[in-house]
Every structure is written in C-alpha cells, then in structure tokens.
C-alpha cells in the first residue's frame, strides 16, 4: 500500500519549524532586517504625532537674530540680559542648548554677568556634551566652566544618537564616560518640573572601563510634528521685547540655534533630509514625551525573540490546515497582523516591536512549505504512477508509450481475443487459429477496419511495419469492443514524442491525467459490456 498525499510527515514539520526558527533567530541577532523596521516605525509614527506641550516656549537664535546681534558666537552678556528678561518674565524653567565650555577671553567679566544672572533665576539648566577634545584622544565630558556649573540648577546630555539611515529618532536618558551618571537635558528638564520622574539606571553600566562612553535607557521620540511644530520666538525679538511676557510666563523655555548655517540640525522620521529639524526642538519634543510618559521603549531583546518565533510558529502550524489556494492569502493575512500588532504596541502601550523580522520568517516560510508540499506530492504521483505501471496493461493509448508487442498482448488478456495474429515485415511473430479470422483489406496506416467478427489495423513505426488481427465468436461485445478500439490513438510515428514540459510537476500531472482517462475509457468499455451480458449468465 502506497502512502496516501495527506499522511503527517513529522520529521519533515520538525525540520521546517527548525530551520524557520534559526532563520528568525539569526534575523534577530544580526538586524539584518533594521531598514525595514526604520521604514516601518517612520510610517506608524508619521500617522501617531503626539499631541503638543503648550507650557514649551523656544527662543531660537535664527538667521534674523543673527543679522540683528552680529555674527556667532555672540558675547556671553546678551545670553545674561537674556536669562535676566526671562527670569522678569517668570519663566518657571529655562534651559540652554548652547555650549559654555571655553572662557570669553575677549570679555572676562561677561562669565561673571552670565554666572550672576543663571544663579539670580535658580532654575536655568545647562548642556554638556561627551567628545574627543581633539583628534584621536579618548573621549572627555566637556562641561560648562566651573563658575556656570555652579551657578546653574543641573546638567544634561544633549548627545542625540543617529541610526544607520542618518535619521535620529530617539535618545540616551542617561549617558557618561565610564558611567551613565549624566541624564539627557530633556530628563533633567522633566525631573525638575516633576521630582518624582526617574529611571532607572542599567546595573551593568555601574563599573565600566574609564574613558568608554556608557549610554543607557535608550527610548525613541512620539514626535509631535515637523520642524516648527513648537511655537519658537526670535532671539532678537525677545530682546527687544517685540513678544509678550505672557508667552514665557511660567513655560519651560528652550534656547538654542535654529539656523542652517550653524550647524545644529538633525534629520528625524517627521522631517527627513528636506526640512531637518533643530536640535532644540528634538530636545523639546523629547522633553514633552518623557512628561507626558509617551517615550518609547524598544521590546526587550528576549520578548523580541519570542514574538517573532510565536509569529513565525502561526504559518507552520496553520498552513497543513488550509486549502493550497487559501495559503498565499493567508500569508498576507498573517503579515497584516503582525503589522497591526506592532503598531498597536506603540500606540497603545508605547513599545517598539520591531515587525521585519516576522514578516520575513512568515515569506520564507510560504515557499518553504510551498517546497516541502511539491516535493511530498512529486513523490505521491511517482508512487502512484509505479502502482500503476506494476497493474495489467489495460490503459495503453498511445503505440509510442509500449512497444507494439506489449500493446497486442495486453489487447488480448483485456479482450478476450479468441483468434489473434501479429507480424512485423511480413513475417508472424504471435497467432492462434489465425486461419479462423476474417482477413480485411487494410488500405489507412493507424486505423481500424471491422469486419464481421474481425477487427484489424496497419502501424508503421519507424522503419518497421506491423498488421494486427483480433477476432471474437461471440458477437455480443462486438460493439463496445469496436468503440475501445477506435479510441487508442496507434496512428503516432515512433519518431514523434508525447507532448513534454519543461516542469517536472507538469509531466507527473498529465502522466496521471493519461492514466485516469484510460481508466475511464476501461471503465466504460466494462460497464457497457455487463450491460449487454444476458441475464441467465450474470445468475
């Protein structure tokens, strides 16, 4: 007994799901898939802008401030007389995205000014940033001078990390070198607004080498919009008091560049290379989300893992289930959800799943199976197709399938041939009581002649010629006999080849095709022929 197409092949299911989870693990681990993932996180958050902060105010040093005040840097006095029209504007919060790390030696005395009016306002943060000091050097914490530490409220990291395409899209809470001691300016900003916003330091950072820069708490920005989204004011306006102090009265006030020529612009998922935004922007929309506790925290790597295998895991178990036509849209069905769910997950429970690496497990796994199911069908067909062959030769319909000989000897087991005669050249090769057959002028190569009792035909195959002659006493089957005679095709020439495909599947299949019609044909010659027996017989 042959195995029948649906039987479970274990082995075959174990080894699929084996390879598929490899190849999803190996996604994982190399984030071969990041682009994908990039593009996939740009479109959820383009159609997700968070909602924005109206108690966040940007005075920008723009291109205007720059051709009112004079080309950059500007003296540390006008950012004094700045913090000093703030702080009678009783701004509750302001924080500065300019670096103050080198001494005026031009103007000594406007660090003092500078110092003396941060210390006045008592909530004024300050940024540092985490560089080389030159060229090949180990990395240094570049502080503000010691005077503007002292005098100001607290320090941020203003360092904003690119991903592979050049975009940023997100940030380090905390960061230093050799330990992760310094919060992001958006962090420091929201844990003096709010004491009781923390997070939670990595345990693994506490003891790293010195001179290594430790970055940890990596969360992703809920944007609010492109470049300009947040009401921003002109440096030079403020000054000359053009805005009003109702704009600043108790907000959190962001000062920092906006202009292209200073260099201070970061591409992002909402702006791209065409309108980047500005860095003191980023730092506010970060600061607004880590407010409002919508920053976005990327899936632990172990739950990673186990999404896409359980997502990986759904094709193998559901596709033996389904129709071979259901397969393909079932597939992008499943893709579909794992698209939903990650978009979902961010909207709703502000996590980062990162889809690619499912939806690819899921591609691999349609022609995966598309292959182990041909190849269990090819094998199932040539199973099949060998039973058949080991069965009586009741089925030869084309003379260039079988030898002539095989075909007259089947033809008469089948039929019952009472008086038979066969010769190849014009000699005999098998005959019994051929002196009872009725002979019949054949005239047409490849076609029958009927006579009486008799039935004969002429074949040329190749350089050989052939005359068959069948005959019957019994004149009650004649007819049906006559009919199963006419519909073998014997008029093909050796030399011409049944009809072939490139495919292999497509041989199996018109091979079986072939043989379920000669079954038919069989089957209808049979029938016919009880039909016609008497009935004292069949009793």
Known sequence: ??????????????????????????????????????????????????PVNK???????????????????????????????????????????????????????????????????????LPLHIHPLSYGNALSEILPLP????????????????????????????????????PALSMAMAMEINPLTRYMKSSH??????????NTEYRMIPFAGPGGTYPSYSYLDVMLDRIPAEEFRDKTVLIGATAAGLG?????????????????????????????????????????????????LIPILVFPRLKPTYVMPSAMVLI???????????????SWFTPMNSVLGILLAYPLWSWQRMRHLNSFLSQELKRLTNEPDLSFRSVNQHSVERIFLSLISLLKVQHYLLIKNNHPLHSFEKENLNPVKVLEYGEWY?????????????????????????????????????KL?????????????????????????????AMQDMRTFISKGFEEIPGAVVV
């Open 55 to 125: 108690q966040i105010v940007i005075v920008s040093i723009d291109e205007k401030s720059l051709n009112g005040i004079g080309q950059w840097p500007w003296r540390r006095a006008v950012h004094a007389q700045l913090v000093e029209k703030l702080t009678e504007y009783n701004a509750a919060l302001i924080a500065f995205d300019v670096l103050f790390s080198e001494y005026d030696k031009t103007y000594p005395e406007d660090d003092i000014a500078l110092a003396r009016a941060i210390r006045q306002n008592g909530n004024v943060l």
């Open 205 to 214: 950072a506490a003891h790293a080498a010195p001179y290594v820069a430790v």
């Open 450 to 486: 009927h006579d009486k009792g008799a039935s004969w035909i002429k074949l040329r195959i190749g350089e050989d010629h052939y005359k068959v002659g069948l005959g019957w006493d019994d004149d009650t089957r004649l007819r049906q006999i006559r009919e199963y005679l006419d």
């Open 336 to 350: 579909l959800v794992v698209m939903c769910f990650s978009f979902l997950l961010l909207k709703h429970d502000r």
């Open 147 to 182: 005077e503007l530490v002292n005098a100001a409220k607290g320090l941020g990291h203003v360092h904003v990390e690119l991903d592979e395409d050049g975009l940023a899209r997100g940030l380090y809470l905390n960061s230093g070198v050799g330990d992760d001691h310094w």
């Open 264 to 312: 201070d612009v970061i591409p992002t998922p909402v702006s791209r290379l065409n309108r980047p935004m500005s860095g003191v922007e980023l730092h506010a929309n970060a600061f607004a989300a880590i407010m409002a506790g919508t920053v976005i925290r990327p899936v632990a790597e172990v739950w990673n893992y186990l999404l896409t295998f359980a997502f990986i």
């Open 1 to 50: 007994m042959s195995k029948g197409f649906n039987d479970p092949r274990p082995i075959e299911q174990y080894l699929l799901t084996l390879a598929l989870i490899c190849i999803s693990a190996l996604l994982v681990y190399t984030q071969a898939a990041k682009r994908l993932d990039l593009l996939a996180y740009d479109a959820f958050i383009n159609v997700n802008n968070a």
């Open 489 to 517: 095709n014997l008029n093909l020439d050796v030399q011409q080849q049944p009809r072939r495909f490139y495919e292999q599947m497509a041989n199996r299949i018109a091979q079986v095709r072939e043989a379920i019609s």
